[in-house]
Nanobody, 115 residues
Framework: QVQLVESGGGLVQPGGSLRLSCAAS????????MNWYRQAPGKQRELVAA???????YYADSVKGRFTISRDNAKNTMYLEMNSLKPEDTAVYYC?????????WGQGTQVTVSS
């Protein structure tokens, strides 16, 4: 059974940084795209960043220039480096892997940006 586990969330002051990780366990093969989503209270889940198996990346306009997505294919692990964090980045962050038979979600990690 495949599981995705996020880590690295927490409380940080505005302007600070955090690094999220998403590690996959179990038999998982040929991950196509890896995504980071977030959901703030009372809002819809939104795509924050994505990275394809070839390394192409996508960023939401709200995080461009501040967040960097990366992946380690050998470890089936994805990262999200978040810099210059703002209060509006506060949300639960979820990782999502797309594979040939569908997709897998992590359980989410809370990121709170507050002074």
């Amino acid at each position: 059974q495949v599981q995705l586990v996020e880590s690295g969330g927490g409380l940080v002051q505005p302007g600070g940084s955090l690094r999220l990780s998403c590690a996959a366990s179990g038999n998982i093969f040929s991950i196509y795209t890896m995504n980071w989503y977030r959901q703030a209270p009372g809002k819809q889940r939104e795509l924050v960043a994505a990275i394809t198996s070839g390394g192409s990346t996508y960023y939401a306009d709200s995080v461009k220039g501040r967040f960097t997505i990366s992946r380690d294919n050998a470890k089936n692990t994805m990262y999200l480096e978040m810099n210059s964090l703002k209060p509006e980045d506060t949300a639960v962050y979820y990782c999502h892997y797309i594979v040939a038979i569908g997709g897998y979600w992590g359980q989410g990690t809370q990121v709170t940006v507050s002074s």
